[in-house]
């Protein structure tokens, strides 16, 4: 179990880890002269073969209430001190104010100096503490009076201390891995250090880590778990990590950063979060981007609310807001954080993070405030059920499991529960509700049974007017994921065209006859290079206003494509050149290939050749990277020649 101290400064919370553990966590030069904490301090003392207890000293002094914030966030109980001789003072206020913030409810509360003052100034004292928790997480906890200098209560408090660590359920570690970082050092002959508090999951030996936000990849070379050697540290555990890889090093990581499992790197810098103002405070907060100080785990970065409710948020209130970070950082959905001015002087409240991808616009949307509503719930599948009957209905699995550090186990048992219809788009599919998917069938079915009658003539609708006319909204990914499941049935697609599989467009005998004679010229040796419009119409002898309207015609049958203004191919002929394309590309060590590839095994020059492949980039085939191109090989069959 982790105890961190908290209270004014000067009252005693040093010593009095020191009359528990034996030591004294002031390590730094300064604090030894001054007298009083600066940075966090860490002790451990072994109370049973099984528990051991683990202390964080944070400093009082109202300078260094940031720093206090860094330890009280990954702590599991409370040791609230007040002096007996001076009794309530701010940073006892302020302390009981940021452990309720953090949502810290397991505690006690220590007198210290119990052999300055009298029975009845220590009832006094006990009184007016009592009085200063109440409303606040530490309401119920009991109040101790003790003294490091003649050992009254020290033992008292250590037997409540133990029992807590006993009663303690430990918590599953079924998540992945994450450790926020309140310290960075080197050891000689060991190399860099970091520790901090495992939030979720577990660590081992040899592990890969990524540190956040920078992403720097890391390896576990030791570690220490409750100042213990170990080979894993799991959730609540007091963590050393040894680790080592290219540019890790104390200038490139930092207290506040997160050590997490590879998969969860992927840092915010704007987050909606509910927002509750503490009753203390005297101002109210609007719609202006007012500046702040974020405090979340051990980070600490700048910060400008934005407003997103109707109403101003007055003290003890409640509201959902959107945070702008000065810098990204590495957070998590249903983190908790603390705010405090700009000027780093008070604490205005704290609350949770909701969602870490919001939108820079319509911020203020219903659909938004819905969205947010889902996001709000704490538990996964309550939160994903929400998100399922909320618009846009269709929701990234990988997503939603990296925001809240799930592991794939928990994710499936997610999807095993809500029985969502799961679309192979990206990592883990996008998923949406049952009878969002019927929806989507239907919207489907009748929008291009509406195009049919509304333009009898044309083969069909193109693929993304379609995907975007359409309730639910689906990815591009998502998009082509559905008309796999549905082409077999209703739909179908050619080229960049869907339409009904039973629609046909038929040309008039008059355009069959001219059909017949423009057909052999775009085929045989010359397939690749086919003659451009203006020269067809020369050969034959025709206006070539009448060749492009007879080849439009054409191109909505499927028979023809317009790969360029002017260049029209037969359809076998594109089909032919994406499986020329993806041959170069499966000769390749890494699958790609330079146009000039593509123009030698064709023949046909190089502004054609980019013409090609500038079309296969734009339908999805091939993706242009720099001067290289690789295949999709999931739309290899999009301009297969129509049966």
């Known amino acids: 179990m982790i105890i961190g101290t908290a209270g004014h400064v000067d009252h005693g919370k040093t010593t009095l880890v020191k009359a528990l553990t034996g030591v004294d966590t002031d ?47 990954g702590i599991d109980f409370a040791l609230m001190v007040v002096a007996a001789d001076d009794g309530v003072m701010p940073q006892t206020r302020e302390h009981l104010a940021i452990l309720d913030l953090l949502g810290i409810d397991r505690g006690v509360i220590a007198i210290t100096k119990a052999e300055l003052a009298s029975e009845e100034r220590l009832a006094q004292v006990s009184s007016a503490i009592r009085a200063a928790a109440g409303g606040t997480s530490l309401a119920q906890a009991e109040v101790i009076p003790l003294s490091a200098v003649t050992g009254r209560g020290i033992s008292a408090l250590l037997d409540r201390l133990s029992a807590a660590a006993r009663e303690s359920v430990r918590k599953p570690a079924d998540r992945l891995f994450r450790l926020a970082i309140d310290r960075v050092f080197t050891l000689h002959g060991i190399g860099l250090v970091v520790t901090g508090t495992v939030v979720s999951g577990s660590v081992h030996l040899g592990e890969r880590v990524r540190i956040g936000p920078s992403g720097l990849e890391a390896r576990v070379r030791s570690l220490h778990a ?47 979060a509910r927002l509750r103002l503490l009753e203390s405070e005297s101002r109210t907060i609007g719609r202006a981007r007012f500046p702040v100080r974020l405090h979340q785990g051990a980070a600490e ?83 994903f059920e929400a998100l399922l009957s909320t618009p846009p209905f269709a929701w990234d699995l990988a997503a939603f499991a990296r925001d809240r550090a799930l592991s794939n186990g928990l994710l499936e048992e997610l999807v095993s529960a809500l029985r969502p219809v799961v679309l192979d788009a990206g990592p883990c599919g996008t998923a949406l509700a049952a009878p969002r998917w019927q929806q989507f069938l239907s919207s489907l079915v009748a929008a291009l049974e509406m ?191 129509p049966g």
């Open 451 to 641: 195009f049919h009658v509304e333009h009898p003539d044309q083969q069909g609708i193109g693929r993304d007017a379609l995907r975007l006319s359409l309730e639910p909204a689906l990815s591009a990914a998502a998009f082509d994921s559905a008309l796999e499941r549905v082409e077999l049935a209703d739909v179908m697609r050619e080229g960049g065209f869907l339409r009904l599989k039973s629609h046909r467009v038929h040309l008039s005998r008059d355009d069959e006859e001219g059909w017949a004679i423009i057909a052999p010229l775009l085929g045989g040796e010359a397939r690749f290079r086919p003659p451009r419009v203006r020269d067809i119409a020369a050969v034959l002898v025709r206006p070539e206003a009448d060749i492009r309207r007879l080849l439009k015609l054409a191109s909505r049958l499927g028979r023809v494509d317009q790969v360029a203004h002017d260049h029209f191919f037969l359809r076998s002929t594109v089909s032919e050149m994406v499986n020329i394309a993806a041959m170069i590309a499966s000769r390749a060590s890494d699958g790609a290939f330079i146009a000039a590839q593509f123009r030698d095994q064709l023949a046909n020059g190089r502004k054609v050749a980019i013409q090609i492949l500038e079309f296969f980039d734009r339908h999805g085939i091939t993706q242009h990277r720099g001067d290289q191109r690789r295949i999709n090989h999931q739309r290899l069959g999009l301009f297969h020649s």
């Open 301 to 383: 970065v700048g910060a400008r609310v934005i407003w997103l409710d109707d109403e101003r948020l007055l003290p003890d209130g409640s509201a959902d807001v959107q945070l702008v970070l000065d810098r990204p950082v590495a957070a998590f959905v249903a983190d908790r954080f603390v705010l405090r001015d700009g000027a780093g002087k008070r604490t205005l409240g704290g609350g949770r993070f909701i969602d870490l991808r919001a939108p820079t616009r319509r911020a203020r949307t219903r659909e938004r405030a819905l969205q947010r509503a889902a996001h709000a719930f704490v538990e996964p599948l309550a939160a």
């Open 226 to 272: 409750q100042g213990r050697p170990m080979e894993e540290g799991r959730v609540g555990d007091r963590c050393a990590l040894n680790l080592s890889g290219d540019g890790v090093s104390k200038e490139t990581i930092r207290r506040g950063d997160v050590a997490m499992a590879p998969e969860l790197h992927a840092p915010t810098s704007r987050i909606d």
């Open 27 to 73: 390590r730094l030069k300064e604090e030894k002269l001054r007298g009083i904490s600066i940075d966090l301090g860490f002790a451990y003392l072994p109370v049973a073969d099984d528990v051991i207890l683990g202390f964080v000293d944070v400093p009082g002094h109202e300078r260094f209430v940031h720093t206090m914030v860094a330890g009280a966030s």
